[in-house]
């Protein structure tokens, strides 16, 4: 006989939150915003196609690999929460978090192969057909078969995504452990030495946007890009035929690397092919010379890296060989899961996000010609069911009014911070090294600061090392060109596009994720120190304000008083 279900108990909201703050009726669970990847209010389309395809294509991959985690999606006063939680009876859970072990051992042996032979071309393949679709000249109703393809094939893409997970998350966080166990914990963060300095899609880009700013040898050109308002630097340029060679070679690079936002799983943003802003406030810092070649410090982390793997080699010479047969599996499978948490990434995440835009924003032009809405970008305030309706052999409908009070609305919730959880909490507990691994990822709860240590912030250790300099706060990537070389980068969250900047960055620092988020990954690939998940920096931090990054205690330490009011 099963185990009865322990009782839910609500997960307490401050008393001082607004009141008009509501929960959905399913709430019968624990609710997590998002603020890892979506920190802002979610547009309508975006919270439709999380909750009904991309959230199922998640859950679906996940036990397809032996995880037996459920995964949902809801837009909570327009705010992204997810939720996930066992799919097994309390009194099975042990079995199977057993099972689900057994399971990623024998993923971390095949992912790598999985990847390159299967689902990296499979994915390829999907792109290719995207790309190929004629959206502009398609009659309306091959416009609706393609946006039905379009979700079938997005949730397939999310299925590749967390059949993938254990393999990319699962591989470094194990191999840690494994370290930790053999070297002992004060030296764990030291494992994460032995996996860098491995090519990914996330350093190409970087490194690619470097190369196009030196390769510009006009000094007129480089003016224009460092001097000039970013909003004026393209009309500029155009206008001089050396400009116009440099803004080739930036479609070049746009090609290669702009199907891109600032933002993921936020299909209302736009990509950087459609708008450059952000790849050019990067140029100003490369031209201007407020950033170093990435690749030199890279090299010397891959020196550091063969250096330690043979150290550490030899020091477990005398250990038993399925000790040494162990470390030698999960040291592969630890860097090749570093290289694919960034390229997975790019092909899933973010050229996926692009991908699903371009669709909506054909739909969009046709319904603003249409007078469904006024312009075409309202098409994101809409919902995906309403799509199918208007989008028939004859486009109708009239969403103006609809578009108004949910742009609105959006306006209204901007303003307010959410609670980081909401629900109910069940008291079921699902532990093993693949829900460890998670945590390692998303980051545990936001520690509590110290009253006897004000001047101190603290989150965890994400790159090892120490900074100091002037505390930049940026929560919005066209922010960009604000940070000058050697300035600590102060953020709520990063992904792939806020690369570049670590070129520029002294050390970083973030609200959310752990020591296996891209935000540490990337940090340790560039040699600068992190420390990440504090849950406060951009509030208690100034903008401009002198502070000391830690990046192996996990500290932060703020050294001057607040020197400017202004937050960026």
């Not at 690749?295 to 150290?311: F, G, Y």
Request: one cysteine or more; hydrophobic letters at 40%.
């Amino acid at each position: 006989m099963a185990d009865a279900q322990p009782p839910r108990r609500p997960i307490p909201v401050s008393p001082d939150f607004p009141f008009e703050w509501e929960v959905p009726s399913d709430a019968d669970r624990t609710w997590h915003q998002s603020t890892q990847h979506t920190p802002l209010p979610f547009f309508p389309i975006s919270a439709w196609i999380a909750r009904y395809y991309m959230a199922p294509g998640s859950a679906s991959g996940f036990q397809a690999v032996g995880q037996p985690l459920d995964f949902e999606v809801r837009r909570i006063n327009t705010y992204r929460y997810a939720s996930s939680e066992p799919v097994v009876p309390p009194d099975q859970m042990q079995e199977a978090a057993r099972r689900g072990d057994e399971m990623l051992d024998t993923i971390l042996r095949q992912f790598p192969a999985r990847w390159e032979q299967e689902w990296l071309p499979e994915l390829i393949g999907y792109h290719n057909q995207w790309d190929s679709f004629d959206r502009a000249g398609a009659t309306t109703d091959q416009l609706l078969q393609h946006f039905e393809w379009t979700l079938v094939t997005f949730q397939r893409l999310w299925e590749i995504h967390f059949e993938a997970a254990p393999g990319f998350i699962g591989g470094p966080s194990m191999f840690l452990e494994l370290y930790r166990d053999l070297f002992g914990t004060s030296q764990a963060l030291d494992a994460y030495k032995l996996l860098q300095g491995f090519e990914n899609t996330t350093l190409q880009a970087g490194n690619d946007l470097w190369d196009l700013a030196q390769s510009e040898k006009s000094e007129d050109v480089r003016r224009i890009v460092i001097e000039r308002p970013t909003s004026e630097v393209l009309a500029v340029l155009a206008m001089s035929e050396e400009g116009v060679a440099f803004l080739a070679r930036l479609d070049d690079y746009l090609e290669l690397w702009g199907a891109r936002s600032n933002m993921l799983e936020e299909y209302a943003a736009p990509s950087w092919i459609e708008d450059p802003s952000t790849v050019i406030e990067n140029l100003k810092n490369y031209m201007a010379h407020s950033a170093v070649d990435p690749r030199l410090r890279w090299n010397e982390l891959v020196t550091e890296r063969k250096r330690l793997v043979a150290e550490t080699r030899a020091e477990l010479a005398t250990y038993p060989e399925p000790v040494r047969q162990r470390f030698e599996e999960l040291l592969v499978a630890g860097q090749e899961g570093q290289r694919l948490q960034e390229d997975h990434n790019w092909w899933i995440d973010q050229r996926g996000t692009h991908t699903v835009r371009m669709v909506l924003l054909e739909i969009g032009r046709r319904f603003a010609e249409a007078g469904v809405i006024e312009t075409r970008d309202d098409v994101f305030c809409l919902y995906g069911d309403e799509l199918r309706r208007s989008l028939g052999s004859q486009v109708s409908g009239d969403f103006r009014r609809a578009v108004s009070e949910r742009r609105a609305e959006m306006d209204h919730w901007r303003t307010v911070k959410p609670p980081g959880s909401v629900g109910t909490e069940s008291g079921k507990t699902f532990a093993n090294a693949m829900t460890r691994a998670m945590g390692r990822f998303f980051g545990g709860s936001n520690p509590e600061r110290n009253p006897d240590r004000p001047g101190v912030v603290t989150g965890a250790a994400g790159s090892p090392g120490s900074a100091i300099g002037v505390a930049r706060v940026i929560v919005r990537l066209t922010d960009a060109g604000r940070l000058k070389r050697g300035e600590i980068l102060v953020t709520k969250t990063t992904n792939p596009p806020w690369t570049p900047l670590f070129a520029t960055a002294g050390g970083i620092v973030t609200d959310t994720g752990g020591p296996l988020s891209h935000c540490a990954i990337v940090a340790r690939e560039y040699g600068i120190p992190a420390v990440v998940g504090t849950g406060t920096a951009t509030e208690i931090i100034v903008d401009g304000q002198m502070i000391e990054v830690d990046g192996d205690s996990g500290e932060v330490r703020l050294i001057s008083d607040d020197q400017s009011p202004k937050r960026g």
